[in-house]
Nanobody
Framework: QVRLLESGGGSVQAGGSLRLSCAASGNTYKTTCMGWFSQAPGEEREGLAM???????FYSDSVKGRFTISLDNAKNILYLQMNSLKPEDTAQYSC???????????????????WGQGTQVNVSS
C-alpha cells in the first residue's frame, strides 16, 4: 500500500506564493510517477504537473511558468512551488502517484491509483 499525505495549503493574496508538500510512505517503489491535481467546486479534477523519479516533468498550460514540481527521492517527498497565484487557482490540491512510465502528453486522473486526502488553497483578489 502507498500512503500520500499533503501539507502546505492555506490562504494567500493574488500574486503570492505557496509550497505544497506530499510525503509518500509504504510501498514507495510503486510511485515511479507522481503528480499534482487540483479540483475547484463544481469543476472536474485537473492535472497540473507530474514528475518521474529521474526528474522529467510535465506541466499543464495553466500553470507552466508559475508552478514548479520537484521530488526528493531520498525522502520521498513531492513538492509543488506555486508562484504568481491567481484567484482562479483556488481549489483542493491533491497529490497522486502510481507505477507507470511518465510524463505522458496528457495527465489523466485514471492513470494514478494512489491519492492523498488533499489540501485547500485559497487565493483572494
Amino acid at each position: 500500500q502507498v500512503r500520500l499525505l499533503e501539507s502546505g495549503g492555506g490562504s494567500v493574496q493574488a500574486g503570492g506564493s505557496l509550497r505544497l508538500s506530499c510525503a509518500a510512505s509504504g510501498n514507495t517503489y510503486k510511485t515511479t510517477c507522481m503528480g499534482w491535481f487540483s479540483q475547484a467546486p463544481g469543476e472536474e479534477r485537473e492535472g497540473l504537473a507530474m514528475i518521474n523519479r529521474a526528474g522529467t516533468t510535465f506541466y499543464s498550460d495553466s500553470v507552466k511558468g508559475r508552478f514548479t514540481i520537484s521530488l526528493d527521492n531520498a525522502k520521498n517527498i513531492l513538492y509543488l512551488q506555486m508562484n504568481s497565484l491567481k484567484p482562479e487557482d483556488t481549489a483542493q490540491y491533491s497529490c497522486a502517484a502510481d507505477d507507470f512510465h511518465c510524463p505522458t502528453t496528457t495527465m489523466e486522473p485514471a492513470d494514478f491509483g494512489y491519492w492523498g486526502q488533499g489540501t485547500q488553497v485559497n487565493v483572494s483578489s
